[in-house]
């Protein structure tokens, strides 16, 4: 709340804060057990002790050596951080296309944008594991979890939202000043998109980090596969689960997104603010 | 109106540096009113990736699946058959198809409607003019960076029936339950899992859209005696429903596909019950039968199906959200 408003006494306030308190412990004590636990040694984990243990460094060891997760972060990384950067520049470009620039068949150019909100990779996943692996000879690589998901309407209606609040009288004087698109583009639009940019960065890089689906189905080869698809991996390594380890992978897997989400927050949260009213 | 809602909202976050835009327009001038170069082909160059991808990976697919859904392909002979609506049919009359649907009915249903009206009540009171409000803020909404894979990762952990944390605590009380095997309690955890996920991303918003409502219209309410029942549900629910409208949709779309990963990791889609394993929802049959049972055509026309369902479900959207919904100010 604003801060002119003044806060409510305890008396008028303990039972939102008791309510408050109850639901932050119940949300937040999976994963604080997770941490817990992916610190104590085997014979502790299936105890119901709650105590920091010492074998957190033990157990990520485990993990790294015996499950890869190692490899499944740097490849999570890897095409997280491209795909992120690529939706990014592609939404920036057509943005700038639909904002300034007139053109015949605008219409049906924002259409096809729009209308690929309807189509979740989900729903298409026979036809398109069939063109990438088939026809495109792209399955166990990464171009086959990269390039399919370079595109963005989400990212194209972000930046158009913000570009149409951009004054014309500026888009004007700086065409006027001799200054072509793409020039106006970064000296001028990206400048002044950084919060945009942001909120769409948390967005998507969330977004890559956790795909699930298409990764377990295209990608075969164990090298190449991503963490979400590598937890499951951990959790079948040699038939009995050593459940430390998997919950100190987990608590690793859990690190990106969360470490960009919580430095992002202020612009996800606006960027969300704006996502709403498309 | 966005102009507003956003300034609003960042002047109310306590430790931002975000100074507001600046805006003049409203939200959708039109576009051609504001365009500055003119160019027959820079436009069309500057949106050819995005295009080219859009058409490969999304639209081309879409009428590939369309098309699968309608032949039935023999995969040993290459050979496809045209077989028309007989994939659906098939398909609708079988008592499987048709418990995993109304599974995933269900299931829907049960996240959406208990997912919203929990974010919403902590979202207002996290709303509330309370000391640490920001702490608590942060503490609900954090589970939105959670993956569903991860998410299903942790329940296991939690709730395996023989080394689970959940039965160890239980155990002393003689409580310690099947959590997995037992078909009645692995759909109620999946759901409960399944809401605990979207809580994150549902507060958000609900903040969102109660920092942002008009203070004045609550004083008014304030100050007329209306007490604070009545200016939950006659001012601030009211004033919501756009955002609810929107979450609704999203939340269902959610619960239609993240659920995937949620449910191959925390139960396979088990336990099995009468002809179908219980938390094997629409999403998680299609997966099984076009990558594990290589039943290609019948994976296709639910893939059509699916398709045919959130394509309905958007329009749906936008046509009610024009009509329906009362947009603030």
């Not at chain 2, 959940?166 to 759909?187: C, I, K, S, T």
């Not at chain 2, 958000?204 to 609550?218: E, I, S, W």
């Not at chain 2, 099984?288 to 369902?309: C, H, P, R, V, Y």
Request: proline share 4%; glycine share 6%; with cysteine.
């Amino acid at each position: 709340m604003a801060h002119n408003t003044k806060d409510l006494s305890f008396k008028q306030s303990w039972l939102t804060h008791l309510v408050l308190i109850v639901a932050c412990l119940v949300i937040s004590a999976p994963l604080l057990l997770a941490i817990i636990k992916s610190t104590q040694i085997s014979s502790d984990v299936y105890s119901s002790k709650l105590l920091i243990g010492t074998a957190f460094i033990d157990n990520l060891q485990k993990a790294w050596v015996q499950a890869h997760l190692g490899r499944y972060l740097l490849n999570s990384f890897i095409v997280t951080i491209l795909v992120t950067v690529g939706k990014t520049v592609l939404s920036l470009l057509a943005a700038l296309a639909f904002v300034f620039f007139r053109f015949p068949l605008k219409g049906v150019a924002f259409a096809l944008v729009l209308l690929s909100l309807m189509l979740p990779t989900e729903v298409l996943i026979i036809a398109l594991f069939d063109f990438v692996s088939r026809d495109l000879k792209w399955a166990d690589t990464f171009t086959a979890i990269i390039v399919p998901f370079l595109a963005s309407a989400t990212g194209v209606f972000l930046f158009r939202q913000h570009f149409m609040n951009i004054p014309v009288s500026l888009a004007d004087a700086a065409r006027i000043d001799g200054c072509g698109p793409f020039k106006f583009l970064t000296a001028i639009l990206v400048p002044m998109s950084w919060n945009t940019i942001g909120a769409l960065a948390v967005i998507q890089f969330v977004y890559v980090w956790d795909q699930y689906l298409w990764p377990l189905v295209i990608m075969q080869n164990d090298q190449k596969q991503v963490i979400q698809v590598g937890l499951r991996k951990l959790i079948d390594v040699g038939g009995q689960t050593d459940w430390g380890t998997v919950m100190a992978g987990t608590v690793l897997a859990i690190l990106p997104p969360l470490i960009v989400f919580m430095a992002l927050q202020k612009q996800f949260s606006s960027g969300f603010a704006l996502a709403d009213e498309k | 109106m966005l102009a507003t809602k956003r300034g609003a909202y960042l002047n109310s976050s306590s430790t931002n540096t975000i100074k507001p835009r600046k805006i003049k327009n409203k939200r959708s001038g039109a576009p051609e009113e504001r365009a500055t170069f003119k160019s027959p082909i820079v436009p069309w160059l500057l949106l050819f990736p995005t295009l080219l991808i859009l058409t490969a990976f999304i639209y081309y697919p879409a009428i590939k699946t369309l098309l699968l859904s309608i032949y039935q392909a023999n995969l040993i002979l290459n050979t496809q058959r045209f077989v028309g609506i007989g994939n659906f049919t098939d398909l609708l009359s079988s008592p499987a198809y048709q418990q995993v649907a109304l599974q995933t009915l269900v299931f829907t249903v049960l996240t959406v409607g208990i997912g919203l009206l929990l974010s919403l009540s902590l979202a207002y009171l996290a709303s509330r003019p309370i000391r640490g409000a920001q702490y608590y803020r942060l503490l609900l909404i954090f589970p939105y960076a959670l993956s569903p894979a991860i998410a299903g990762t942790l329940w296991l952990f939690l709730f395996n029936p023989d080394i689970g944390l959940v039965n160890r605590f239980l155990e002393p009380l003689h409580l310690a339950r099947r959590w997995l095997d037992d078909p009645f309690l692995a759909f109620g955890l999946v759901t409960v899992a399944a809401i605990w996920k979207g809580l994150g991303y549902n507060v958000v918003f609900y903040l969102a859209a109660l920092q942002n409502m008009p203070t004045d219209v609550l004083e008014a309410a304030e100050i007329d005696g209306a007490n604070a029942s009545q200016r939950f549900w006659r001012i601030i629910f009211p004033l919501l429903t756009p955002m609810t409208f929107f979450l609704v949709f999203t939340n269902i779309i959610s619960a239609l596909f993240d659920s995937f990963a949620l449910t191959d990791i925390l139960t396979r889609g088990g336990p099995a019950y009468h002809n179908a394993g219980i938390t094997t929802f629409l999403i998680y049959q299609l997966y099984e039968d076009g990558f594990i049972n290589f039943k290609i055509g019948t994976a296709a026309s639910q893939a059509a199906l699916m398709l045919l369902l959130v394509a309905g479900i958007t329009i749906l959207q936008f046509s009610l959200g024009e009509r329906k919904v009362h947009y603030g100010s």
